[in-house]
């Protein structure tokens, strides 16, 4: 009689990795899954990815699209490490501040996997570069946290015919969404205008530096956005096209909200209004900022330094922050800007100035409340003059 042993799990498995490890050890895990298999680690080999934003979001994403063996990964990025980034941007080190994102990023992916191309793009993504940049991947994962630049994401992916992988975080609470995902019905998925048609009004869209963000909840989020990124890849199932999904680290709890396409999609609805990339920063700041609170654009301030104009410049951030970039002028802390005693300056505006604009705005207008003169507000704060004069 034939004597049949049975093989326990853990020697299938075993035998799984064997095989695997004849094609490349270095990823001798992930072929092991079926749904993953040779085929699926060639497709990753073989796939690009371009992550905008090499922050919170973009560093953990990075990470594990190197480690999967993404064969060529574009970083855009033309900030500088700050060091209140390293407490959740785990690709930086001390040694790194000051250095410009991109480049320390490619650094450490490339002692990381030798394997993978790494291109790097120190730029900020704008309707200039964003289709020819974007244009050049075949997924695109969305590592930014500011309205201007998504939404730049968003337009170019769908003009290019590209998906990309939408994620975003505030305090505890995280967002992930797969967009315009070509089905196999030949019809693209939702994309993030079928989410929001406009930029949400500021006060529903709170700034990460007032409201502060978990440290781990970046590298959470930027991780899911990896995986979902391999998944579309390899061709798994479950993508998160059409869904939301809602996920809170305070509590563990997450919860999928179903997405649909709008007809009032200015993008890609019944009746599309927007055909190409437009003026971004203009695009989010109608509708959703005060309209009552004077305002300067970078632009504009950059035109009265270079002409020598007289301008008090008051920067209401932390000092950390001041220290790691700022546009000159006097460093007032907005929890020490006093209205009773600050005084304006006759005949000579005050430009106040923070991050995104919204800081020092409510700064502005609690002075004008008080009687104060002449005070303006730098509109979108230093993270559009970085986008605007130092690209």
Not at 128 to 134: A, K, L, P, R, S
Not at 212 to 241: C, F, H, N, R, S
Not at 284 to 306: F, H, M, Q, V, Y
């Amino acid at each position: 009689m034939l004597k049949i042993e049975k093989i326990a799990p853990s020697s299938r498995i075993g035998l799984n990795l064997h095989k695997a490890e004849a094609v490349n050890p270095r990823y001798s895990r992930q072929i092991a899954l079926p749904e993953v298999g040779a085929k699926g680690q060639k497709k990753l080999s073989q796939a690009s990815v371009l992550v905008v934003g090499a922050g919170g979001l973009g560093c953990p994403a990075l990470l594990a699209l190197t480690a999967a063996g993404v064969g060529r990964i574009g970083i855009v990025d033309g900030d500088r490490v700050e060091l209140s980034n390293l407490h959740r941007q785990m690709l930086y080190r001390e040694s790194d501040v000051g250095r410009l994102k991109a480049e320390a990023a490619a650094e450490r992916l490339r002692e990381r996997n030798s394997e993978v191309e790494i291109e790097t793009h120190p730029v900020y993504l704008s309707s200039e570069n964003g289709m020819e940049i974007i244009g050049g991947y075949d997924i695109i994962i969305d590592g930014t946290d500011n309205f201007p630049t998504r939404y730049l994401i968003n337009d170019a992916s769908v003009l290019s015919g590209k998906p990309f992988v939408y994620g975003s975080i505030y305090r505890f609470e995280g967002q992930l969404s797969l967009f315009n995902h070509l089905r196999e019905d030949g019809v693209r998925g939702p994309n993030y205008r079928d989410l929001f048609p406009e930029p949400p009004p500021a006060e529903l869209a709170p700034d990460c530096a007032d409201a502060g963000v978990l440290g781990v909840l970046p590298t959470m989020i930027g991780t899911m956005q990896a995986a979902e990124t391999i998944k579309w890849i390899a061709g798994l199932d479950g993508l998160l096209d059409g869904r939301l999904l809602l996920f809170d680290a305070l509590h563990l709890e997450s919860r999928h909200v179903g997405l649909s396409k709008r007809d009032d999609n200015p993008l890609t609805g019944a009746t599309p209004k927007i055909t190409g990339l437009i003026d971004y920063e203009v695009f989010c700041r109608s509708g959703s900022a005060d309209e009552s609170i004077p305002e300067i654009t970078p632009a504009e301030l950059s035109e009265k330094l270079k002409r020598g104009e007289s301008v008090r410049l008051i920067d209401v951030r932390s000092p950390e922050e001041h220290r790691a970039f700022n546009i000159g002028g006097e460093l007032i802390p907005v929890e020490k800007l006093d209205p009773d005693s600050f005084c304006s300056e006759h005949g000579r505006p005050s430009l106040f100035y923070c991050r995104t604009g919204r800081r020092s705005g409510k700064v502005v207008q609690r002075l004008i409340d008080s009687g104060a003169e002449n005070l303006f507000n730098l509109q979108g704060g230093m993270e559009a003059w970085k986008r605007i004069i130092n690209s």
